[in-house]
């Protein structure tokens, strides 16, 4: 009988597909509508018989509050934007790489695979890059009266109803340009100029409130708002589909750049499936199906030759030469970062 039963126990380990003897579930904790919720896991799945599980977060902030409230052992892979990964990283909250396990990350372009915030990739990998920056409805805007950040912060255009994005560094970044100064200035007398022109822009009628992209985006789509900051991937889907109804714009003051990444929490409970998948989503046909669907901008050089045409030539996915000038990567503050918070409670609370 135990002959048998060992019989058939090798028999099930040797077929493929089997959940509980490929690799088990990879859970991923990532930001809503990032990719295809419904395929690209199975498609991973198909390529590794390793099963995954989705959950959803609207920042960064309210991803890293998860991890620290006990999420380290609870999610295999994370997509943190560029900002918050010193934080991640200083506070132990990542595990190291094993490039061994990642063939592919020779497929990152050079300026994604040595980037400032961690230097040969040390816990990180690219995932997908973009702007933040203006959508709006064409019925109530026109293209020529969103050429400035003025058509939301200046009382004397009337922009109707719209949203401020609900992202402290990117809203108070957007905020410091529009009044001259550094997106990224811990100047005092700066800050509280920039608290002062969102609390009043805040309080105005036609303001909504704040709001993560991807909701600020569906209330535009709905014709809740006129307008909304929002990222331009959120954006470019509906606007590619829809250029007679919507627009999105990077505004004359500039904007952030940012970069995503994918990063292995220091607790993660799968880390041979979160390997896997990083570097499955480096394979060029799978992160220029990636790009495809969520219309941001890959890392991924050897994804290029399968992206659609029609968006390489897009410039709200690629930036042209003159709005990359005027776009700024969201700096690591230290203990500056204490002033940024403050600002925005102050932001938030009046």
């Known amino acids: 009988m135990k002959k048998l039963l060992f019989t ?22 990532t930001w809503s509508e990032y990719m295809d919720e419904e395929n690209m896991p199975k498609d991973f799945e198909k390529a590794t018989g390793i099963k995954v599980q989705l959950d959803m977060y609207e920042s960064n902030e309210e991803m890293m509050a998860k991890l620290q409230a006990g999420g380290l052992g ?67 805007l026109k293209d020529s009266d969103v050429t400035s950040w003025a058509i939301l912060f200046d009382p004397a255009k009337n922009p109707g109803s719209f949203y401020l994005i609900d992202s402290v560094r990117e ?3 957007i905020a410091l340009l529009y009044l001259g100064y550094d997106f990224n200035s811990v100047v005092p007398a700066e800050l509280k100029a920039a608290s002062d022109l969102l609390i009043d822009t805040k ?52 904007s952030e750049i940012w970069i995503d990444s994918m990063c292995i ?49 897009n410039p709200g996915i690629w930036p042209t030469p003159e709005i990359m000038k005027t776009l700024n990567f969201v700096k690591d503050l230290g203990k500056d970062n204490n002033m940024i918070d403050q600002t925005w409670t102050r932001v938030k609370s009046h």
């Open 8 to 29: 058939v126990l090798a028999v099930l380990i040797l077929l493929p597909g089997m959940a509980w003897s490929d690799g088990g579930v990879l859970k991923i904790f």
């Open 74 to 140: 609870q999610y295999d892979i994370i997509i943190p934007s560029d900002y918050i990964m010193p934080s991640l990283i200083n506070l132990k909250l990542l595990t190291p790489l094993d490039h061994s396990k990642i063939p592919n990350l020779k497929n990152l372009g050079h300026k994604f695979s040595n980037i400032s915030f961690d230097p040969g990739n040390k816990f990180s990998v690219g995932w997908q890059w973009g702007t933040v920056g203006l959508m709006y409805n064409k019925a109530k």
């Open 171 to 173: 809203m108070l970044g």
């Open 203 to 254: 309080k105005r009628s036609g303001c909504l409130g704040f709001k993560g992209g991807v909701g600020g985006k569906n209330d535009v789509i709905s014709g809740v708002a006129n307008a909304a900051i929002v990222y331009n991937g959120d954006a470019i889907q509906t606007v590619s589909q829809e250029p007679e109804k919507f627009g999105f714009i990077v505004p004359d003051e500039g």
């Open 265 to 313: 929490p220091a607790k993660a409970p799968n880390l041979d499936a979160a390997h896997k998948w990083i570097n499955w989503v480096l394979e060029p046909e799978v992160g220029a199906s990636l790009s495809n669907y969520n219309q941001y901008a890959t890392p991924n050089d050897a994804a290029v030759p399968f992206l659609t045409k029609e968006d390489l030539v």
